[in-house]
């Protein structure tokens, strides 16, 4: 296994950049034509995909994404393949479609609060949890119409400039990364 990992920002960041950071993440793994999800399925690199992507539940957001399943010659190549997809999307960007659908998903995510058969309350209380523990408000977390909108505005202007700035500040200039294999 094969799981290459960021630390995303030391300080914490503000929220409307919190939420970008899931839209992103969803435009990275969120579905199996997401880019860097396909990459890395369609590569034939490994077997599936592993490290979940965004955590964003401590102070500190990390990042991690890899293959399980990959021969020892091929550990390099997962790296390389990672490195050189976040640069293209740095470089590229979007489709227009791909953001609009992420951007969709993740608000209804935050609209509808459905938790399925997982207790509403015990999910706040949750979702709540990162920001009381570092002396945030911990209601802020539950917030999602301000940062919504700062984001969208964000979007209105800059298109999907604001994601390829994230993906370079995060990702790719980024030197707090680790490539862990494991055996």
Known sequence: MVSVNWLLAAEPMSSKDELGLGVLDHLLLGTSTSRLRKALTDSGLGESVVGGGLGDELVQPTFAVGLKGVKQADVKAVEALVLEELTTLSEEGFEPQDLAASMNTVEFSLRECNT???????????????????????????????????????????????????????FVTNTHRVTVEMR
């Open 116 to 170: 399925g058969s997982f207790p509403k309350g015990l999910s706040f209380m949750l979702g709540m949890m990162r920001n009381w523990i570092y002396d945030k408000d911990p209601v802020d977390a539950l917030r999602c119409a301000a940062p919504l909108a700062e984001l969208k505005a964000e979007l209105e202007a800059k298109g999907d400039g604001y994601f390829k700035d994230l993906l370079r500040k995060l």
